[in-house]
């Protein structure tokens, strides 16, 4: 079992920097894959990034690649996500969700996915 609690979002500029935190509870933080997911107001929620059990493989969807980066602390158990150049267009409510063992090209589902945190709200204004 594992339980995640985001932090870190907030109302920004565009322009600014935000970092995103994911505190996992339990012993087998390292056993797990972790993902960032974003739901924007009336749309789907959708996959933003993915790092592997020891952060050497990482994915990201093509709107964030360059702006975002995704890391992980297996000593704190924890995942952050550093996001710079904001736009607009990046607000949503942003989760964290952890999945065990490895992936391979199916990083993306949210169904792959077995845990989630509650959210936290990143609001970008113009």
């Known amino acids: 079992q594992v339980q995640l609690v985001e932090s870190g979002g907030g109302l920004v500029q565009a322009g600014v920097s935000l970092r995103l935190s994911c505190a996992a509870s339990?012993?087998?933080?390292?056993?797990?894959?972790m993902g960032w997911f974003r739901q924007a107001p009336g749309k789907e929620r959708e996959f933003v990034a993915v790092?592997?059990?020891?952060?050497?493989?990482?994915y990201y969807t093509d709107s964030v690649k360059g702006r975002f980066t995704i890391s992980r602390d297996n000593a704190k158990n924890t995942v952050y996500l550093q996001m710079n150049s904001l736009k607009p267009e990046d607000t949503a409510v942003y989760y964290c969700a952890a999945r065990l063992g490895s992936y391979s090209g199916n990083y993306y589902l949210e169904s792959k996915y077995g845990y989630w945190g509650q959210g936290t709200q990143v609001t970008v204004s113009s």
């Open positions: 790092i592997n059990w020891s952060g050497g493989s990482t």
């Open positions: 339990g012993r087998t933080f390292s056993s797990y894959a």
